[in-house]
């Protein structure tokens, strides 16, 4: 004979139950992460001598969310720098924000490692003088136009 046979009824039952809402739980957390979506913007914010662009999702209710970007110069090279932030309104320097999209709960978390597969772009200058004339400049306009073409490529971003 079987152990399940032996069992206590009453026990059966219980780890019956303790299955099925171990099950409802799993497929409730599956549903969320894939059904559940972040708006995703293009923002561009105030810089020198062109302002500054942005992959951001809004990932919180009062407006908040994350911004992925390359931050620094040509002059010196630009580096990752993603971090939380503001609502558009609160923010000081936010001149807009354009929606390019939507991306799943499931996928937001894969944003930053995608984007990081494209490098910041260097240092392109010494002093005055440009590093190698024969490749176009590249700044964090056109690594975010990349890193969104990346994300849709990926399935990422859906528009």
Not at 49 to 66: C, P
Not at 92 to 111: D, H, P, S
Request: hydrophobic content about 35%.
């Amino acid at each position: 004979m079987s152990s399940a046979v032996k069992e206590n009824p009453r026990e059966l039952k219980n780890e019956y139950k303790s299955l099925r809402s171990w099950l409802r739980y799993q497929f409730f957390a599956f549903l969320v992460a894939f059904i559940i979506s972040y708006n995703v913007y293009l923002r561009e914010h105030v810089g020198g001598a062109r302002n500054h662009h942005v992959i951001f999702v809004q990932t919180e209710s009062n407006g908040g969310g994350f911004i992925f970007q390359v931050a620094g110069n040509i002059q010196q090279g630009m580096a990752f720098d993603h971090k939380r932030a503001k609502p558009s309104e609160e923010s000081e320097t936010c001149l807009g924000q354009e929606k390019i999209g939507k991306v799943t709960k499931a996928n937001f978390y894969r944003i930053q490692s995608i984007v990081e597969t494209l490098p910041p772009p260097p240092k392109q200058f010494n002093g005055p003088k440009r590093i190698n004339p024969s490749v176009p400049l590249r700044r964090c306009q056109e690594w975010t136009a990349d890193a969104i073409q990346l994300l849709k490529d990926e399935g990422v971003l859906e528009t």
